[in-house]
Structures are given as structure tokens and as C-alpha cells.
């Protein structure tokens, strides 16, 4: 099989159904208090949900709260 | 380096004394699997521990065990009937079900079904000190080579989008350049903090039947390229239960005044597993089945695998505490 033609492009900020927003590279965050974090891994997970212990960054959450949402 | 396991049947016996012996060009033949009966408790013990024994000449090997026996054919052959029984029985657990035609749609399905007994729920709030520590000893054969089984994927991958992913997502296990935040060397950081071993391989004969079989087909799946759909798949599915098992162990073993080093090793996993798992998902397994439509099947086999060893796993070592 061949590659195609034209690069495949990449987004860097991805809003995930149901999930976080990954945020590619080095970029500060401000969260709701005015806090600034700075990412420290190649992909970050924002927090979209509102239910994390770790905000601003996504901890899984939002699955529970889907769960329960489909129950 | 490791030493190496004490063995557990006819075949390990033969395996454990070759390897422990001069590297000799021909072999005689293996002894006959440990009982006639494949579900035997013997033979399945015999073939996990024998099978681990030949991946793991592929990782970092043994104290003293000559490099050459990796490829020497007759142990090949050994590996061979080994892998094609693990295979066949892993598919055979697979239930059949309808599939929708979206491979992640898919998947998040065969996550959400998981209804599997949780080590991490149950060390949360009840579990003592040496339940943890028992937990540990099982979790270091994986973790102290954590990602080096997908890693074997890479080279097996066309270009584009899910290769690319693929490399962010081990970027990012491997510390992302920072030796201090390299996975496998943080989880060994805290077995030391425990006043446990850090050493490759030292509790392998500690680890349950069952943990033995987690190891082997991830290293399976990783080392055949043809079984490639399915290491992208368990890695998937891996990464999706991670974050939360992750967060309640931190909070368990706050609970249980484990120290520091152990509970960052399961704290970077909240943050980092709550992304690698959007990644895996979406860019590693849907990029994979668009690019290689065949290969969907496999990938729901590996997430059932995963999910499936870890719920034999949890059973296994609940009942072992006696709290099942
Ligand atoms: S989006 Fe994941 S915890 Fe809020």
C-alpha cells in the first residue's frame, strides 16, 4: 500500500465527545481562579466537565458522569 | 539482571536447566506439555511461566544466560506451540457479538461493558498494607517494562496518523526526554520506597498463573506483526481503564500511609492515562482500521483480552485475600 498523497494533518486542540479538549505542545492554561498551569507532557487533557480533583486537567471523570447519564 | 524462575512443570524444568546451561547449537526435544488436558492447573502454570521465560530473553534476559538463546531455533519452536495454544485460547473467551462497523465505537463498548471486580476499588477503602504490597509484587513484571511491549508495534506500522500517535503516546512513557519521569523508572522508585525489590523479575515467582498469562499475550501481541491490530487494541484498552483504577490506588495507599514515591508513580497515571486513552482510541486504533480495514477484528480482540486477563486477575487475587 502506498502513503497518501497529502500529509494526514494533525489538530492541536481536539475536543473529545463526551471528554476532555487535548491541547498538543508546551502552552499555559488559566484556569477559572485565574491560576496558570503549564502543560508538561507532549498531549494535555483539559478538564471539560467541570468534575475533576485536578483541575485544570481531565482525570476520568467525565466517564462516571456518562455512565450514570446513560443509565 | 534477573535471575532466573523457579520452574513450574515438566517443560519449565527442561527450559530453566537449558538456559542455565552451556549454549549449545542442538537441543534434544522438549518434554510432552505437563498433562493431555490444555485447562489442566499444571500445564496452563507450566506454559505461562515457560512462555514469560522465552519473552523475556527479548527484554533484558537473565544473569548469566547466554544473549544467543533469544533466536536459537529449537527454543523458537518451544515459543511456537506455546503461543499458538495462548492465541487459540484467547480468541475461543472472545464472546460473539454484533459489531456496529466503527471500530472505536466499538471498543468503548467492550469498555463500558466491564463490569470486572476492581484491586483498585477494593484497596481504596479496605485493603491492608500487605494486600498492597501483595499487589505491587504482582504488577512489577508488567510495570517495570511498562510500554516496552507496544513499543515492539512501532516498526509494524505503515505511516501516517496512528504511527505518529502511537510514538507521542511512548514519547510521553518514556518521560518525554526526562529520565526523572520515565514510567517504568518511576514505578521501580517506589517499590524501593516500599522496601521492595526493585530488581527485573524478582517476584516472578510470586506472580499468579494468571499475571504470567497478562505478560505473555501482551508480549504476543507485540511481537508478531501479524497480531498487531491486537496489541493496539489491548493498549487501548489498557490506557481506558487506567485513570480511574489510578486515582482510587493513590487514594488507598494515602489511606494506608504508603509513601510518596509509590503514590506518584499511580499519580502521573491519572493525567497522563486520561489523554493517552482519547489518543489511543481515536488516533492509534480508528487511524489503524481506516488505514488497514482487516485488522478491526483483532483490535476488539486485544481490548477483550486486556479487560478479560485483568477481570481473571482481579478474581484470582481477591480470592487469594479472602475477600471474594
Ligand atoms: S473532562 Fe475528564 S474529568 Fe472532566
Known sequence: MTGPQQPETRADIVMCPDGPMLVRGDVVVEDADGTQHRTTRPVSAVCRCGRTSRAPWCDGTHKLVTEARER | MASLPTPRGPVSEVLVSVLDGNFVEQLTAWPEPAGDDPADPVRVADDALSLWTLHELAYRGFTGVDERWEWHPDLLALRWRLEGELEQRLRKRMPATDRTGDVVADLLRIIADDDAPSLARHLQRHGSVEQAHDLLRQRS???????????????????????????????????????????????????????????????????????????????????????????????????????????????????????????????????????????????????????????????????????????????????????A
Open chain 2, 141 to 323: 513484571i508488567y510495570h517495570l517494562k511498562e510500554a516496552d511491549p507496544t513499543s515492539w508495534v512501532i516498526p509494524r506500522l505503515e505511516g501516517g496518523r496512528a504511527k505518529a500517535a502511537l510514538v507521542e503516546i511512548q514519547y510521553d512513557e518514556y518521560g518525554a526526554g526526562d529520565p526523572a519521569r520515565l514510567h517504568h523508572d518511576l514505578f521501580a522508585r517506589g517499590m524501593e520506597a516500599c522496601g521492595l525489590s526493585s530488581e527485573p523479575n524478582a517476584y516472578v515467582d510470586d506472580a499468579i498463573t494468571e499475571v504470567l498469562e497478562q505478560n505473555n499475550a501482551t508480549s504476543m501481541f507485540g511481537l508478531h506483526r501479524r497480531l498487531r491490530g491486537a496489541a493496539l487494541g489491548h493498549f487501548a484498552a489498557f490506557e481506558s481503564t487506567s485513570s480511574l483504577p489510578s486515582r482510587q490506588l493513590v487514594q488507598g495507599f494515602e489511606r494506608l500511609g504508603l509513601p510518596v514515591e509509590v503514590r506518584a508513580y499511580y499519580d502521573e497515571h491519572v493525567e497522563a492515562d486520561a489523554v493517552h486513552e482519547q489518543v489511543a482510541l481515536r488516533d492509534i486504533c480508528g487511524a489503524l482500521v481506516e488505514r488497514e480495514p482487516d485488522l478491526a477484528e483483532d483490535v476488539l480482540l486485544g481490548a477483550w483480552t486486556c479487560l478479560d486477563l485483568e477481570a481473571r486477575t482481579a478474581t484470582a487475587m481477591l480470592k487469594r485475600w479472602g475477600v
